[in-house]
């Protein structure tokens, strides 16, 4: 009796309770993201095919990796999809929430016509139709021939192009951040506008003067969840063009993946480990620079 | 002036709606190809709506592949999505309401860690658990796409529901408290009930998310009969299973049929709940 009544009395305690309610993501942390970890984080200073045992080889991996052609050319064509389609994305994202940033009766359809892309862009439904809507014989061509008739039999999927056809659709889902700017811009004070107005600023002014600025922050949160996003696009590049013509769309995810698991030919965990702790590296810095530039150019009041 | 107005609203509205007719096209060519007889989906590219409808597509197309027809895969799917969230619902709550509302020693290290784990998607973590599920004897089974999800590893999922619950007035809490609710009780009975709105949000979210889940069913289902949507959609426009265009149409709009619908229902909800997240971050 007496002992029960104290664990009662435990559980109550704010501290206690505090432990339980957070239990199912210490277990999960430890299980699902700590662990695996710290097991790949061993494995990338080891030679590991998944048939035979792990031997350990020190910096082998890392070192081949600094001379691996491949590694480099994945890390360029990255870089060249989130340099290109991410500022294009938000730009994107921009213009058309400044658009529907007007009332009117049809502008909850406007909203949710530009937004469905975004909600199923993730499918491999639409790889498949991207696939098939890019290729020679596709809608593409067939709509682009009636304005140029030189592109009946453009090959999309040539070496300059492919990644092009990657970026399109990536664009296309701009729709996350078009909602993002519109909920700021109902945010900013319409007192602003006027006083911009009775000092004699137009549209445009005022664009540049009060929308802009009081976006920057805005603008910020949607390039550091987009830029991290395109670091790691994965399932688009794998089904829509697996890395080809010549590896010029190879993701750098995409890579990582064949190096574990190839299609012919022996896997190699311990570099895809590697690889994975690279990429990882990668992606902290590129967000402390882009944290690191947020007070050069984003507004705070 | 209220004549130009007129002029200016009609061109306003027909640039948009161009606009969003051209966002959407896509996918309308895709639904209304997958009515067009197979052999004439390329041949009238360029035209949207179909000369002749036809359900043939649709026939041959829910036939499947390997002996398996598509009912086997939209029930994986199902499966999974439908208990993935529903764990990822119950855990991300329950977490999400004692890190923002009870006070001990190491919440702020474990908020940290939540929001880290929005830094460690799984792109990264593909090969960690791949090896640690490999070693568990999970590959071939549905564990590693069901488990982890009652266990609040998605870091979105406890911020956004944060959020909403600091919008619940503690007083409730207070009140309850007197009564002799214990925080078990307010959990359950006090903050639970007020926080749909945002379980509504998330579990559309995470449905659409493990619907559309490709890489793990790549990873870690090894039997055709257990493949779901993704992999099975991929796998039958493969040109070694024939590639019939008008019937991998037919079953790819099959496929985002879900996720449109829950999107058309509760648009007003997501179209929120994502604001709100923007402007918390």
Not at chain 1, 6 to 19: F, K, N, P
Not at chain 1, 72 to 95: D, E, M, Q, S
Not at chain 2, 180 to 187: D, E, H, L
Not at chain 2, 270 to 281: Q, R
Request: glycine share 6%; aromatic share 16%.
């Amino acid at each position: 009796m007496e002992k029960k009544r104290s664990l009662r009395q435990r559980l109550g305690d704010e501290h206690v309770a505090g432990y339980i309610f957070s239990l199912p993501f210490i277990i999960g942390f430890l299980m699902f993201m700590l662990i695996p970890m710290v097991m790949s984080l061993y494995l990338s200073f080891c030679k590991y095919d998944i048939q035979n045992p792990a031997t350990f080889i020190g910096l082998k991996n890392y070192i081949d990796i600094f001379h691996d052609k491949s590694f480099w050319k994945a890390l360029r064509v990255t870089c060249y999809y989130a340099l290109i389609g991410t500022p294009l994305k938000v730009i994107f994202a921009l213009i058309v929430a400044l658009i529907l940033a007007r009332d009117t009766k049809l502008t909850g359809f406007y909203r949710a016509a530009y937004y469905l892309p975004s909600i199923i862009g993730g499918s491999v439904a639409v790889a498949i139709l991207w696939r098939r809507m890019f290729e020679p014989t596709g809608t593409i061509n067939a709509i682009l021939s009636v304005v140029f008739p030189g592109m009946t039999n453009f090959n999309w999927f040539g070496e300059k192009s492919a990644i092009w056809v990657l970026i399109v659709l990536t664009v296309w889902q701009f729709g996350s951040s078009m909602l993002i700017f519109l909920s700021a811009l109902k945010q900013i004070n319409r007192e602003l506008y006027e006083a911009a107005m009775v000092d004699g600023a137009n549209k445009w002014k005022q664009f540049w003067k009060v929308t802009l600025p009081l976006l920057t922050p805005t603008v910020f949160f949607n390039l550091v969840q987009q830029t991290i996003n395109s670091f790691l696009a994965f399932t688009q590049s794998k089904l829509i063009t697996d890395g080809q013509p010549k590896d010029s769309t190879l993701f750098y995810t995409l890579y990582v993946y064949r190096k574990a698991f190839p299609n012919m030919g022996k896997s190699q965990m311990g570099y895809a480990s590697a690889l994975a702790w690279i990429m990882l590296v990668i992606i902290s810095c590129v967000t402390a620079l882009l944290f690191w530039s947020r007070s050069k150019w984003v507004y705070e009041d | 002036m209220t004549k130009k107005r007129t002029i200016g609203a009609i061109v306003y509205h027909v640039l948009v709606l161009a606009g969003a007719f051209i966002m959407i096209y896509p996918l309308l060519w895709m639904i209304f190809s997958s009515f067009k007889p197979t052999n004439s989906v390329l041949p009238t590219a360029k035209q949207l709506l179909p000369t002749v409808w036809t359900l043939d597509n649709y026939r041959t197309g829910w036939k499947g592949f390997m002996g398996y027809t598509f009912a086997t895969f939209f029930k994986n799917s199902f499966f999974i999505s439908i208990l993935s969230t529903f764990g990822t619902l119950v855990s991300s709550a329950f977490v999400a309401y004692g890190l923002q509302r009870l006070h001990f020693k190491l919440k702020g290290i474990l908020f940290v860690l939540v929001l880290s784990t929005m830094m460690l998607p799984p792109q990264i973590l593909m090969i960690p658990q791949y090896m640690w599920f490999r070693r568990l004897g999970w590959v071939g089974t549905y564990y590693p796409m069901i488990l982890p999800y009652f266990f609040a590893i998605q870091g979105f999922f406890v911020y956004l529901i944060m959020n909403f619950i600091g919008g619940v007035p503690k007083e409730l809490d207070e009140a309850a408290k007197i009564d002799g609710c214990s925080y078990y009780g307010i959990f359950f009975r006090v903050i639970f009930p007020l926080i749909v709105p945002a379980l509504i949000t998330s579990a559309i979210f995470s449905f659409i998310w493990r619907w559309d889940d490709y890489l793990s069913a790549l990873l870690y289902v090894t039997k055709p009969e257990m493949r779901p949507i993704s992999l099975a959609l991929k796998l039958f426009n493969d040109p070694s299973s024939g590639s019939d265009i008008g019937a991998t149409l037919a079953m790819s709009t099959l496929s985002i049929v879900p996720a449109t619908v829950l999107f058309l229902i509760f648009q007003k909800s997501l179209v929120e709940g994502i604001a709100s997240s923007g402007i918390k971050g």
